[in-house]
């Protein structure tokens, strides 16, 4: 069973920045594909930045040129550096891990908010 447990979310003023982490457990985060998504309320859960266990980034539009994802398996942890923060990005943001044999986990979520 994988446990991811994320940390970094806060209150930030627009234009600030912030580092999301996202620790894994076990033995499977080198081999496994990682995700950053999103939840405001009243909205669906979206993808916000993904990152393969090669390396390989994609990233919502709206966060193109400001959101980074980053990982370093030798500590089974996978970032989000979030730069020119927007009140728009306001939300819960969840880890999500998916191993080689299709199985997703979700982190609990953290909360991020941007003021305006």
């Known amino acids: 069973q994988v446990q991811l447990v994320e940390s970094g979310g806060g209150l930030v003023q627009a234009g600030g920045s912030l580092r999301l982490s996202c620790a894994a457990s076990?033995?499977?985060?080198?081999?496994?594909?990682m995700g950053w998504y999103r939840q405001a309320p009243g909205k669906q859960r979206e993808l916000v930045a993904a990152i393969t266990s090669g390396g390989t980034t994609n990233y919502a539009d709206s966060v193109k040129g400001r959101f980074t994802i980053s990982r370093d398996n030798a500590k089974n942890t996978v970032y989000l550096q979030m730069n020119s923060l927007k009140p728009e990005d306001t939300a819960v943001y969840y880890c999500?891990?998916?191993?080689?044999?299709?199985?997703?986990?979700w982190g609990q979520g953290t909360q991020v908010t941007v003021s305006s």
């Open positions: 999500n891990l998916r191993d080689v044999w299709v199985r997703i986990y």
């Open positions: 076990g033995s499977i985060f080198s081999i496994s594909n």
